[in-house]
């Protein structure tokens, strides 16, 4: 028998997800088809992160509308905020045609948990702790600029050297890196890139040309030989 509604609507998923976790988890739908500076369409608890409906994505997003990562679903990963608190977090994408236009995602606070784990663990005096390698990277800007100036300070610290010291190849380190992250579908980001490493538009698209033709010689088997 076919059930009668085959789809259901994204709002009653985040509706049912609200209720049954509760105010500790902040449930966001992403609308992936509206410019990157505002695909949150509808956001439950946003005190967790601070982020409200009409905010932007985080740089996990970017990356999989870049098609820098293939399949971009995450579970029970390990955020932080900017405020301190401890995130277990889970990520889904949403697809039609194979493109992706969606995103649900679940943050859970589980920063008093972990204070009460390791109380716990002191009273007991037995630790057990290891290193958690589902600790993530995940940046919950208020908006793109933020974002973007997160990928370009993440990149500061990859190249290890000021702007105005950089040669030819720590400039395309440093883009490449960004390129990597998506950080060039930000609206204006090639020009707050120019700015900072204090190139032109041209010696800019000059440098990705090279790296994403490197990046696609690199992908093909026997090193490129067809």
């Given at each position: 028998m076919e059930p009668k509604n085959?789809?259901?609507?994204?709002?009653?998923?985040?509706?049912?997800l609200q209720e049954h976790l509760g105010t500790n988890t902040e449930i966001v739908?992403?609308?992936?088809?509206?410019?990157?500076?505002?695909?949150?369409?509808?956001?439950?608890?946003?005190?967790?992160?601070?982020?409200?409906?009409?905010?932007?994505?985080?740089?996990?997003?970017?990356?999989?509308i870049a098609g820098k990562v293939k399949n971009g679903d995450r579970f029970n990963y390990?955020?932080?905020t900017k405020t301190g608190r401890i995130l277990r977090s889970s990520t889904i994408y949403l697809y039609e045609e194979d493109k992706?236009?969606?995103?649900?995602?679940?943050?859970?606070?589980?920063?008093?948990?972990?204070r009460m784990e390791s109380m716990l663990r002191e009273f007991n005096g037995y630790n057990v702790l290891a290193p958690d390698d589902r600790e993530s990277e995940e940046h919950f800007a208020q908006n793109v600029s933020e974002l973007l100036e997160q990928f370009m300070q993440d990149a500061q610290?990859?190249?290890?050297?000021?702007?105005?010291?950089?040669?030819?190849?720590?400039?395309?380190k440093f883009i490449a890196y960004l390129d990597a992250k998506g950080a060039f579908l930000i609206t204006?980001?090639?020009?707050?890139v120019c700015e900072f490493l204090g190139i032109?538009?041209?010696?800019?698209?000059?440098?990705?040309?090279?790296?994403?033709?490197?990046?696609?010689?690199?992908?093909?088997?026997?090193?490129?030989n067809a």
């Open positions: 085959k789809r259901v609507p994204v709002d009653k998923v985040i509706a049912l739908f992403h609308d992936l088809t509206l410019p990157y500076e505002h695909t949150i369409v509808d956001i439950r608890n946003g005190h967790i992160t601070g982020r409200t409906v009409g905010g932007c994505g985080s740089n996990l997003g970017l990356e999989v390990i955020t932080h992706v236009t969606g995103s649900i995602c679940i943050n859970t606070d589980i920063s008093d948990t972990i610290k990859l190249v290890g050297v000021p702007s105005p010291l950089m040669k030819k190849d720590d400039k395309m204006k980001s090639s020009e707050h032109s538009k041209y010696t800019l698209y000059s440098y990705l040309e090279s790296i994403r033709s490197n990046a696609q010689n690199e992908e093909k088997p026997n090193g490129g």
